[in-house]
Nanobody, 115 residues
Framework: QVQLVESGGGLVQAGGSLRLSCAAS????????MGWYRQAPGKQREMVAL???????NYADSVKGRFTISRDNAKNTVSLQMNSLKPEDTAVYLC?????????WGQGTQVTVSS
């Protein structure tokens, strides 16, 4: 069973930066796609950024130019560097791993951006 564990959330002022990390365990193979989603109170979960094992990336329009996703295939880890944070980035950020048709999720880490 694949397990994902996030770290790095916290409280930051608007304009600041945070780095989220996620480590996957339980997979003998490189996880094809890893990424980050977020869910704010009262809102639907939304994709933030995804990265394939070959390095191709996909970002939500709202974070382009501010967030950067990266991964280490050998370790099955994924990170999200978040710069120029805005109050609207406040949410629980969840690490995601996709293997064939199955989504695996971390427990989430809270990111709070104060104005």
């Amino acid at each position: 069973q694949v397990q994902l564990v996030e770290s790095g959330g916290g409280l930051v002022q608007a304009g600041g930066s945070l780095r989220l990390s996620c480590a996957a365990s339980g997979s003998r193979f490189i996880i094809p796609t890893m990424g980050w989603y977020r869910q704010a109170p009262g809102k639907q979960r939304e994709m933030v950024a995804l990265i394939a094992s070959g390095g191709s990336t996909n970002y939500a329009d709202s974070v382009k130019g501010r967030f950067t996703i990266s991964r280490d295939n050998a370790k099955n880890t994924v990170s999200l560097q978040m710069n120029s944070l805005k109050p609207e980035d406040t949410a629980v950020y969840l690490c995601n791993g996709k293997i064939r048709l199955t989504d695996y999720w971390g427990q989430g880490t809270q990111v709070t951006v104060s104005s």
